[in-house]
């Protein structure tokens, strides 16, 4: 973190400027400000991605993590009837992920734990990783899924410009894909698995992926089509577009949205309950829905 004599925090890495941050990011009562200023009751505070820290040796990771974690927690400590808090693990290593899972509650209070849409070259539904998810569900954790460094990027000339804006969306989209082709949630009954930005691209590949299903008589192994597997999925709100947004709430995931704003940054959704309010009648099952989420932690 670079503190510029005009003012400004920019987080670097290896010297190459990455982001400018601004008090918010860590700092409690700016927090609270906003969020009472925005009508929002309680935030479930998440690391920033690139703190996933994929590409470090297990050790360094491992390091890294335990330092985020207890940041979260203690963020979380300053207003716990206001805050709740996801942690990160070393999902490179899922030998110690396993064991990093199993100390988020009793030793950080934390609800769950933040991922890569992909890790080190695999979307995150990979069978590498489900015993991870396995531990997660039954110690009633949250895996919330992240856009991360689209494994498209750059493909075809793409410039880098569009991958935080059209990367991520089908970045989430196929590793949500990764979840349904190995079916984790129903391997793992309970697992509580939500999706950044609304699901990315999902809902638009869903009647082309089950369409599919019954054309091939189920992928070739699948015994549960995709139609029913992503009304397993929780997803949040962040999509900029309240008649998108609508369609999530009332036809393909009703009762599983949370409201999401990508806050503190830049890009983040500014009034969302004003945004919310656009929607129309599914603004009140979004809400509902994200509420029952916190009282199950």
């Known amino acids: 973190m670079c503190h510029r004599p005009d003012g400004r925090m920019i987080l670097e890495f290896g010297g190459k400027p990455f982001r ?24 479930i505070v998440s690391p920033m991605p690139e703190l996933f820290s994929y590409g470090f040796d ?23 009837d206001r805050f709740a808090g996801i942690g990160i693990v070393t999902m490179q290593d ?68 569009w991958t935080p804006f059209a990367g991520f969306m089908n970045d989430i989209g196929v590793s949500a894909l990764s979840f349904i082709e190995q079916d984790v949630t129903g391997k793992y009954p309970g697992l509580k698995l939500l999706f950044s930005h609304g699901g990315g691209t999902l809902a638009s590949l869903l009647g082309r992926l089950e369409k599919g299903f019954a054309a091939t008589q189920g992928y070739g192994g699948m015994t549960r089509s995709p ?25 393909f995931a009703p009762g599983r949205l949370m409201l999401g704003t990508d806050y503190p940054y830049d890009i983040r959704q500014d009034e969302p309950l004003s945004f919310l309010k656009e929607t129309g009648p599914a603004a009140a099952g979004i809400d509902a829905a994200g509420a029952a989420l916190l009282k199950i932690f």
Not at 64 to 74: D, F, I, M, P, T
Not at 235 to 249: C, E, G, H, I, R
């Open 94 to 161: 899922p030998e110690l992920a396993v064991r990093q899972v199993l100390e988020l509650r009793s030793r950080y209070g934390l609800i769950g734990i933040e991922i890569g849409s992909n890790i080190g070259g695999l979307y995150a539904g990979n069978p590498v990783y489900h015993p991870v998810y396995e531990v997660a569900a039954a110690q009633d954790l949250l895996v919330f899924v992240h856009a991360f460094h689209p494994l498209s990027a750059g493909a075809g000339g793409l410039a880098a410009k």
């Open 227 to 251: 139609r029913a597997i992503v009304k397993d999925f929780l997803y949040d709100s962040n999509v900029y577009d309240p008649t998108l947004l609508s369609y999530l709430a009332t036809h």
């Open 58 to 80: 297990a050790s360094k990771s491992a390091a890294l993590c335990e330092h985020v974690n207890g940041s979260v927690a203690e963020l979380v400590s300053q207003a716990p």
């Open 20 to 43: 400018r941050l601004e008090a918010n990011s860590w700092d409690a009562a700016q927090r609270l400000a906003d969020m009472d200023r925005d009508g929002i009751a309680v935030q």
